[in-house]
């Protein structure tokens, strides 16, 4: 017997079913006649958020001062494994330093509308990029003896009734962008604890949906730590224990604790099941609290350096001109109210007390640049102010340059609500206008966790999407716009012309208590590739104060089956003038068409920093799952035969390099044989065509529509049709093929699976 299970087996059954919730907002139970330690949670993906004696889950009260870095929007936008795992270790460091045990992120949700109120703690739309950056979070604060919490598992995607929503989503679509997002982090990185959603999917509630956290997050992708409540998610326990949730949180005042014992002692609950959830529990409580550092101590001002650093390889410039970057000699006029109270992080239970805050004001003084200030607009008013925005537009105009730091108030975007609209509000739509009339050279600055709409871009120079910087936000913005350092991130999501244009459009945020994922896999690029419908700025777009050359793609095969992995490489030239780094991105575009296929899907990624004159060789590798797709029917990933493109970019739509590669794909199944089966489907499989020719070898002379079955060239298209579409028991209505042969068909075919 193993030591937990002995210990396990001196416990009560009341202790057994207390450890199954937690003792307060922040800490689990500990049994302490047993040494059973308790251990501490806290949020959250960019910043702890430990607290002292007021406790909520909302951000509401205040924390122990930590280092806020940039949030997912950003962070994503780096591209950058390794920043992720810098930024994840020093969240561990600060875990530790803190006395806890777990923290609560990241959260790997996709980005189904840009309306989720959440959006800004998420990383992508793609579930290759935000399940590997979720990975390397993760991997980098469990290197430190500190537990994740990848959350919120699944199909979070929306905050409106987001304790009670029903997700209904297609098992392909779940399989191929909502689960993918998890899919690698839980495999590769193995978190030490995952957090339920708090909705429902697909009718049964994520915190008791035995499918998902037990035969697929464990039994199919080998999770082995334990899985939390999202807080408050618990709808009812005993069924939640037996689906595979672990821990209650925060507490339920002992009410769900009484559940548990009452159902074990009347038989309803078996004792292996708690048993089995203890054993989990303990395996990382002891883990967490063996790893712990007592005297740990973190660097404030490096994490700030490090925070000023993953925010300037956060940031995208979306549109320049050539005005950026500015030269120290130019006098700007910088507005708007967000330079001197930058919004920097996210609202609800990601806030962080930073520890300092550098707005773009005092990263200007302290570089001695040439600027005057002026307020622009209000952030906490919506309304135009004529006043402000005729004193801005006067600064405007006697300077050189106008940068308008502008963006979303946080009420426009928080946890808990979803956005109505992507505009910014009327006073800084109504600044706009007053500053371009004047000034020609402008260029905007953002401050957002989630795409805006834009009407206005084509009046300004140049636009520097700064997402939510983080507490050194403004000493990155300085970075960028002085040409300190180039920007090299890309957008991970796409920005829309209009709310009308984007994929859940017709489907978002749902019906009452249901939403529809009608767009199903055209989710994000997806859906703007495959309609052809151009984006504001599409996914991956990014721009560099330096240039790219992209040359001499190759792959290691010339076709593939599936076994081994593929690598494509290509050289990356920096042929600007001045140091920078590059995001490099593989597209597979699948020419099969066996299923409904997108035009074209993230399968790789890179990043890479170049001196000037530098090249630089990339290597990507593809293995077989890049290039499959999910046969929910079969429950099982399926490789297709054909032609599939492979594509090189700087972005989603600046494909530089391409080249087409055969695929010799799995042997097509045999489909579920009954009297309704279509001929067509049939004959894709060709034992299935070798019985058909047998059995309607006699009667197909009299029956045109047999000419495709039987390789005959009818030149009929109307007749190869009606044989295509026809199911077997319509044999009997054209031809002399009786019931009893129809019986006989059916067998044979069966006898093929
Ligand atoms: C959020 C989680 C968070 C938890 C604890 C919930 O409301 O959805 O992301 O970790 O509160 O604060």
Redesign the pocket.
């Known amino acids: 017997m193993s030591t937990l299970k002995r210990l396990i087996s001196r416990m009560t059954l009341e202790e057994k079913a207390g450890l199954c919730s937690g003792d307060q907002f922040w800490r689990t139970k500990a049994v302490e006649r047993l040494g059973i330690p308790a251990i501490n949670l806290s949020?959250?993906p960019h910043g702890l958020?430990a607290q002292g004696e007021e406790q909520d889950?909302?951000?509401v009260n205040d924390s122990r001062p930590a280092t806020c870095f940039p949030t997912a929007a950003g962070l994503a936008s780096s591209w950058s494994v390794e920043l992720l795992e810098q930024l994840g270790a020093a969240l561990g460091d600060e875990a530790q330093a803190e006395g806890l045990h777990v923290v609560?992120?990241p959260?790997a949700n996709i980005k189904r509308s840009p309306l989720c109120g959440r959006n800004f703690?998420y990383f992508s739309e793609d579930p290759l990029l935000s399940s590997h950056l979720a990975a390397a979070h993760i991997r980098g604060t469990q290197s430190r003896g500190v537990g994740s919490?990848l959350?919120?598992f699944a199909a979070n995607n929306q905050e409106h009734r987001?304790m009670s929503v029903d997700a209904r989503i297609d098992e392909r679509t779940l399989r191929e962008i909502y689960l993918a997002s998890f899919e690698h982090a839980v495999k590769e990185a193995q978190p030490w604890t995952v957090?339920c959603a708090?909705n429902r999917l697909n009718g049964e509630y994520c915190s008791e949906h035995a499918r998902l956290l037990t035969t697929i997050l464990r039994d199919e992708w080998g999770f082995e730590g334990f899985v939390v409540s999202?807080?408050?998610a618990v709808n009812e326990r005993v069924p939640g224990l037996e689906a595979g949730m672990e821990l209650e949180?925060p507490a339920s005042g002992g009410e769900r604790d009484a559940q548990i014992v009452a159902a074990v002692r009347e038989g309803r609950l078996e004792e292996a099941v708690l048993d089995r959830a203890v054993e989990r529990l303990l395996r990382i409580t002891f883990r967490a609290v063996d790893a712990r550092q007592e005297s740990a101590e973190f660097d404030a001002d490096a994490h700030h350096q490090l925070a000023r650093r993953i925010a300037c390889e956060s940031m995208v410039l979306l549109q320049n001109d050539g005005i950026l970057p500015l030269s120290n000699e130019r006098r700007v006029a910088i507005i708007g109210e967000f330079a001197e109270r930058p919004r920097y992080q996210g609202g609800?239970?990601?806030h962080v007390n930073a520890t300092r805050v550098e707005p773009l004001l005092e990263a200007l003084e302290t570089r001695g640049a040439l600027f005057d200030y002026l307020k622009g607009f209000e952030i906490d008013r919506d309304t135009p102010d004529p006043r402000l925005e005729q004193a801005a537009a006067e600064g405007a105009r006697t300077a050189e340059v106008a940068v308008l730091c502008l963006g979303l108030p946080d009420r426009h975007e928080s946890?808990g609500y979803d956005r109505t609209h992507l505009n910014l509000p009327a006073n800084q739509l109504a600044l706009i206008a007053a500053v371009t009339r004047v000034q020609p050279n402008t260029v905007v600055v953002l401050a957002n966790g989630a795409p805006i709409a834009m009407p206005w871009a084509g009046q300004v120079s140049a636009i520097l999407e700064g997402y939510l910087g983080g507490q050194a936000v403004g000493a990155a913005l300085a970075d960028l716009l002085y040409g300190e350092v180039s920007p090299s991130g890309k957008l991970a999501e796409t920005f829309p012309h209009r709310l009308e244009d984007t994929p859940a459009h017709l489907n978002f945020p749902g019906d009452s208590d249901v939403v529809r994922y009608g767009e199903g896999i055209f989710v994000g690029y997806r859906h703007y590739d495959t309609l052809g419908t151009d984006p504001l700025f599409p996914f991956g777009h990014g721009l560099s104060y330096s240039r790219f050359d992209y040359a001499n793609l190759t792959l290691s095969a010339s076709d593939f089956d599936g076994q081994g992995s593929l690598t494509v490489s290509c050289d990356i030239t920096n042929s600007g003038e001045r140091e920078a780094s590059e995001i490099v991105q593989l597209y597979l575009s699948d020419r099969t068409q066996s299923v409904p296929m997108a035009a074209q899907a993230l399968r790789g990624f890179d990043r890479v920093t170049l001196a000037p004159g530098e090249t630089a060789r990339i290597e990507m590798g593809l293995s077989r799952r890049d290039f499959c797709w999910y046969d929910a029917e079969r429950a099982d990933w399926r490789l297709p035969t054909g032609i599939f493109e492979v594509r090189i970019g700087a972005s989603s739509r600046d494909i530089r390099l391409n080249q087409c590669i055969e695929v010799r794909g799995d042997a097509v199944a045999l489909p579920v044989i009954d009297r309704n089966i279509l001929m067509g489907d049939l004959q894709r499989h060709e034992g299935a065509t070798r019985v058909l020719r047998q059995h309607l070898a006699d009667i197909a002379d009299e029956l045109p529509m047999l000419n495709g079955l039987m390789s005959r060239d009818g030149g009929d298209d109307l007749m190869d049709a009606m044989g295509h579409y026809l199911p077997l028991r319509a044999l009997v209505s054209f031809s002399g093929f009786t019931e009893a042969r129809l019986e006989d068909l059916l067998k044979d075919l069966k006898a093929l699976a």
Request: charged share 30%; aromatic share 8%; glycine share 24%.
């Open positions: 949020d959250g958020r889950h909302l951000g609560l992120g959260g703690e919490s959350k919120h987001r957090m708090y999202d807080w408050g949180m609800g239970s990601s946890e």
